[in-house]
């Protein structure tokens, strides 16, 4: 299957600080998206980049694609405690990764 | 806007019990899905219908059936549940085909099956 897998699974870090994870893939894709899920709630869009391009900003998010690696990472800058929850990539056909969870202490 | 609505949010069963989870959706979105999350796990596909009368199966579909009954609506079915369909349930939607656009989810069922 298409199935995302992220890296590392879990991620703990002082608030301030970047967050990187990463996103392997098996087969050729058209675009990969990235995906955060607070505790106990439904997933919400992030940011989806083609395979055209190789990296995509929003914010403090900011998304690199290596199609030759199959690998895509979400970068999170400055984090805050609000960005406590689980990311998830999504590297097309709706299919996702088991995710990274992130933890950022204040 | 309400997005994406599950109903009900929660629900315990007995195995062997059948119960219908409802999903409607208000963005005039051809595509919709139905996921499970288990604890500790990503999203697990089990059925997606890219539009109205149409369903495909995921990756997961075993135990399962499903009804697009209209536009706005999806529903899964589980006919006999068992204790290993325990799960998060979530139901979503994209404009595009499954592999083109944004996925919008609801809020999620939470079935206890025992």
């Known amino acids: 299957s298409q199935q995302g897998e992220e890296d590392p699974q879990a991620l703990s870090i002082q608030e301030g600080e970047n967050a990187t994870m990463n996103c392997s893939y098996k087969t050729s894709i058209n675009n990969l998206q990235w995906y955060r899920q607070n505790s106990g709630r439904g997933l919400v869009h992030l940011i989806l980049i083609r395979s055209n391009e190789r990296e995509k900003h929003s914010g403090r998010l900011r998304v690199t694609l290596d199609t030759s690696k199959k690998s895509s990472s979400l970068l999170i800058t400055a984090s805050r405690a609000a960005d406590t929850a689980s990311y998830f990539c999504?590297?097309?056909?709706?299919?996702f990764g088991q995710g990274t969870t992130l933890q950022v202490k204040p | 806007n309400a997005g994406v609505t599950q109903t009900p949010k929660f629900q315990v069963l007995k195995t062997g019990q059948s119960m219908t989870l409802q999903c409607a959706q208000d963005m005039n979105h051809n595509s919709m899905y139905w996921y499970r999350q288990d604890p500790g796990m990503g999203l697990r596909l089990i059925y997606y219908s890219a539009s109205e009368g149409t369903t495909d199966k995921g990756e997961v579909p075993n135990g399962y059936n499903v009804s697009r009954l209209n536009k706005r609506e999806f529903s899964l079915r589980l006919e006999s549940a068992a204790p290993s369909q325990t799960s998060v349930y979530f139901c979503?939607?994209?404009?595009?085909?499954?592999?083109?656009?944004?996925?919008?989810f609801g809020e999620g069922s939470r079935l206890t099956v025992l």
């Open positions: 999504a590297p097309e056909k709706g299919i």
């Open positions: 979503a939607s994209s404009s595009g085909m499954i592999n083109t656009g944004e996925l919008f």
